[in-house]
């Protein structure tokens, strides 16, 4: 999975609330229901079954023959609730599934719009569960162009000094501003100035989407900083936090984890500094082969519940 985007725009109401939905590769132009695509088995969303079928039936697949597609899945979420909008609960665990998306995604994209720009407790708390993948998060002012150039610097302060508030990071949050669409930019509101800034900063933004595989292998790897033998020292000190995280963040079951004690065993045999460096090819066929290559071949094989 590639990219996934959190819409901070307010939702259509609860009765009309918006789907969960994938974009991605397929034979033809079609829509797969979200009870469909949990449990298929040639697509990777089987912990989603976790959050029950009042997600499930909010869920939906979209498929299309495309090139691009063919190593890359979408994702959009529905609108973060604000205002009076909160006080009517979701019918499933809505930060539940962001986080379980952003655990296994390589891009979060959180877009703004300049004239929606509160932050509402669902909010802080969609922020919370994307804790831990900071480096994966991308906040987007899109619509800039719905403002002339005074309002828009008003705009940016605000949305900075409200991100500052409930990130929680010493770092400050770098904010790609534009109008990200396929339409002309409105020039009529912003100046040349301001259209050759959102010019470079949706070639920045591209940028950072182009660089998604590199980045993905990169984080595979284990850690390279000086220090590595403190580093694998402090992650066998503390093996069983390291499961417990894993298991929360994957939605995985205890059962299929190894013995903590035997696991440790093993992995004081070997030495971080001796471990190769992970290729992305090799990944990429790994992937590959447990997305597609194994469910193909057990096509050949009777299902005995059948």
């Known amino acids: 999975m590639q990219e996934f985007k959190v819409d901070m725009e307010p939702s259509k109401p609860p009765l009309m609330e918006g789907l969960d939905a994938l974009l991605t590769s397929g034979p033809d132009e079609r829509s797969i229901p979200g009870n469909t695509i949990a449990v298929h088995a040639e697509m990777p969303f089987n912990g989603l079954t976790t959050f029950g079928g009042a997600f499930l039936s909010k869920f939906e697949c979209s498929q299309m023959p495309n090139p691009r597609l063919e190593h890359i899945t979408f994702v959009d979420t529905p609108g973060v609730l604000s205002g009076e909008k909160q006080q009517e609960q979701r019918s499933y665990d809505f930060t539940g599934v962001i986080s ?40 987007v002012l899109n619509k800039a162009d719905q403002v002339d150039t005074q309002q828009l610097v008003r705009v940016y302060g605000a949305l900075m000094w409200s991100l500052g508030k409930v990130s929680n990071t010493p770092e400050v949050v770098r ?9 002309p930019i409105n020039e009529a509101a912003v100046s040349p100035i301001g259209k050759d800034l959102f010019e470079k900063e949706q070639d920045n933004l591209l940028v950072d989407l182009m660089a998604i595989p590199k980045k993905a292998c990169d984080r595979r790897e284990m850690p390279t900083m000086v220090g590595k ?8 000190d503390n093996l069983e936090d390291v499961f417990a995280k894993i298991q929360r963040e994957f939605h995985l079951p ?3 984890f190894p013995n903590v004690e035997h696991f440790r065993e093993v992995l004081n045999s070997y030495s971080i500094d001796k471990l190769g460096k992970l290729k992305p090819k090799l990944i990429q066929g790994v992937d590959d082969m447990l997305g597609y290559d194994i469910p193909e ?10």
């Open 100 to 139: 379980w998306f952003a655990a296994k995604c390589d891009l979060s994209l959180l877009l703004f719009d300049p004239h929606k720009l509160d932050i509402s407790d669902e909010f802080k708390h969609v922020i919370s569960s994307l804790r831990g993948h900071e480096d994966k998060i991308r906040v």
């Open 175 to 183: 904010v790609s501003i534009g109008s990200f669409n396929d339409k």
């Open 229 to 236: 033998v403190k580093t694998q020292r402090r992650l066998m």
């Open 254 to 256: 205890a059962g299929d």
């Open 297 to 306: 071949l057990l096509k050949n094989f009777r299902n005995p519940y059948d």
